[in-house]
């Protein structure tokens, strides 16, 4: 990652061997044509734009015993 905090809206990003960087996982090579060419993955601390983006949202809450 990289965080600029002057900038902190402009966030760029890249994971070359996936999240976990397992191996094995279906994702482990996701990113890495982008990481190859030099490329990132831009996203936004925005909350605005976050709430206005086109994304599903997932709530957990813990159970009650």
């Known amino acids: 990652f990289i965080y600029d905090f ?20 279906d994702n482990y090579t996701d990113m890495y044509e982008k ?9 936004s601390t925005n909350p605005e734009i ?7 949202k997932l709530i957990l809450h813990t159970r009650k015993n």
């Open 50 to 56: 976050i709430r206005k983006a086109n994304f599903d």
């Open 6 to 25: 002057s900038a902190p809206d402009q966030v760029i990003f890249i994971l070359p061997a996936g999240q976990s960087g397992h191996i094995t996982s």
């Open 35 to 43: 990481w190859i060419e030099g490329g990132y993955v831009k996203i």
